[in-house]
């Protein structure tokens, strides 16, 4: 569908949009990156069928149904199981010996979307020997989204993809244990989810509400625009204990911001920081 | 109207175009080049550090919210795509577009919207379609289009597909045509910066071309 675009009048559309989702319903996209959302918003538009962005708004903030889709839309995170399997293989070989000295281990995933890499992590500690000693917080702004990671269903075609990428990792066992197939969905063991709490939280708005050991953000805040990075970056910093873990995705960095200096990067490339005193 | 960014998008046969290109890009260049080549997702950061011997300009895989500097050249890195926003990049990991990630048409649709008509969009070698609808946002914008001419091209592809979207009248693709057009209109800066005419050249002719358009006394 070619639309004519107007892009001047296409960004007033798109903060009027925002605006009224934050007003009417306390969710704050504003701050989001701008070229990465108005590309969801217009992939939104269209599957709504209709023709601009002012339609949007105005389905959205007269149609609950059509809010809910357009939270999902703009919450889910593509990901994989044990994507970049580097930075699994370097967590192993550099974090888990820090963790293994803790009696007990706190790890926040925070935006964890549909739950990939929650799951890899618990199997990823598991293997080490130290599930039992965590406590696994997996949070995101939108239920649903945390009711599918909850679940932890994935499709079977997926499968031979994240076998792949888990041997890579580091994997030591046969990935298929992780999981039984029926039909074409893949279920995850409920053993993996006994110590993860799933719970909503919103990191645009909400503040801190513990201290942890590990913070696993991987290609969440490349959506955010540098203003919410920033407070985002504060809120984790705040979140972590003395010489804390922070894990962020490959191609983003702390370089350049002002949190640079209150970290050190335990290998380098792989975007795995310790908190300094 | 000065070109504030240039993007790049090449797949099969990409790395040895790029070679060529990038040959062409003299050491004062100063506008800046964003670069999407299909990868697979697997594929390391070697592909800057091949690229940096045949380019004196600094060369990198783009991290998020790198800033989009004068002068510098930027590579799409895998498994992300690459968007531009005011003065810097940023990066998304949604879903494959025409099958690819990092996608063309995602990076060129982002800087037709941004940069509006001062950019320059090129399309090199490729096997897939990728590219053809962001060239067009490009070109509707008022930026400028260079598509390598798909007789040279090791795969015509992408650039036939890219300059089939354009609707082609306007296209004048005979290289002499070119070369003395350009000599006609140097005495006239000003029509000389009116290129919204989509460009069909051989490889060897796309960087002086470029240089043409950003650098007119230079070239």
Request: hydrophobic fraction near 40%.
């Amino acid at each position: 569908m070619t639309s004519l675009h107007r892009p001047e009048l296409e960004d007033i559309e798109v903060q009027l949009l925002l605006e009224g989702v934050y007003q009417c319903y306390g969710y704050d996209f504003r701050n989001y990156a701008l070229s990465s959302l108005k590309r969801r918003i217009w992939t939104l538009t269209h599957a709504e069928d209709l023709p601009n962005i002012s339609a949007l708004q105005e389905r959205v903030l007269h149609d609950r149904a059509c809010l809910e889709r357009f939270i999902v839309g703009l919450s889910i995170h593509v990901t994989a199981m044990f994507r970049d399997p580097s930075f699994y293989m370097a967590f192993r070989e550099k974090v888990i010996p820090i963790l293994r000295t803790y009696p007990f281990i706190r790890i926040w995933h925070a935006g964890c979307s549909t739950g990939q890499e929650v799951y890899s992590m618990a199997i990823l500690l598991e293997e080490e020997g130290l599930y039992q000693r965590c406590r696994i917080y997996a949070t995101d702004m939108n239920e649903q989204v945390l009711q599918k990671a909850k679940s932890g269903i994935f499709p079977l075609e997926l499968m031979q993809e994240y076998t792949h990428l888990y041997q890579k990792a580091g994997g030591k066992r046969s990935f298929s244990e992780y999981y039984t197939a029926a039909y074409d969905s893949a279920i995850f063991r409920a053993s993996l989810k006994e110590r993860i709490i799933f719970s909503q939280h919103n990191l645009a708005t909400d503040s801190s509400f513990n201290e942890f050991n590990v913070i696993i953000c991987r290609n969440v805040l490349i959506y955010f625009n540098k203003t919410l990075q920033q407070r985002v970056h504060k809120l984790f910093y705040d979140s972590l204990c003395t010489f804390g873990i922070l894990g962020l995705g490959k191609q983003e960095t702390l370089r350049l911001t002002p949190h640079e200096k209150y970290y050190t990067e335990l290998k380098p490339g792989e975007k795995i920081y310790r908190r300094l005193n | 109207m000065a070109f504030e960014l240039i993007v790049v998008g090449t797949s099969l046969g990409g790395l040895s175009a790029l070679k060529v290109l990038l040959s062409g890009i003299p050491s004062n260049f100063s506008v800046p080049m964003a670069i999407v080549q299909h990868r697979h997702k697997d594929s390391d950061q070697l592909m800057g550090v091949f690229l940096h011997d045949f380019v004196s300009l600094p060369i990198k895989e783009v991290e998020d919210k790198d800033e989009i500097k004068p002068g510098h050249i930027y590579i799409a890195p895998a498994d992300y795509h690459l968007l531009v926003e005011w003065e810097h990049f940023s990066l998304s990991t949604d879903a494959p577009v025409s099958y690819a990630r990092p996608s063309i048409d995602v990076l060129f649709e982002s800087a037709a919207d941004v940069y509006k008509n001062r950019v320059i969009g090129v399309i090199l070698t490729g096997a897939n379609q990728d590219g053809a609808r962001g060239l067009m946002q490009i070109k509707q914008r008022g930026g400028s289009v260079i598509i390598q001419d798909p007789s040279t091209a090791e795969s015509a592809v992408m650039p036939t597909a890219a300059l089939r979207s354009l609707q082609e009248k306007e296209t004048s693709h005979i290289p002499e045509i070119a070369r003395s057009s350009r000599k006609r209109v140097l005495s006239k800066p000003e029509q000389a910066l009116e290129s919204s005419v989509p460009l069909v050249l051989p490889l060897t002719e796309i960087a002086p071309q470029l240089v043409y358009l950003c650098h007119p006394l230079r070239s």
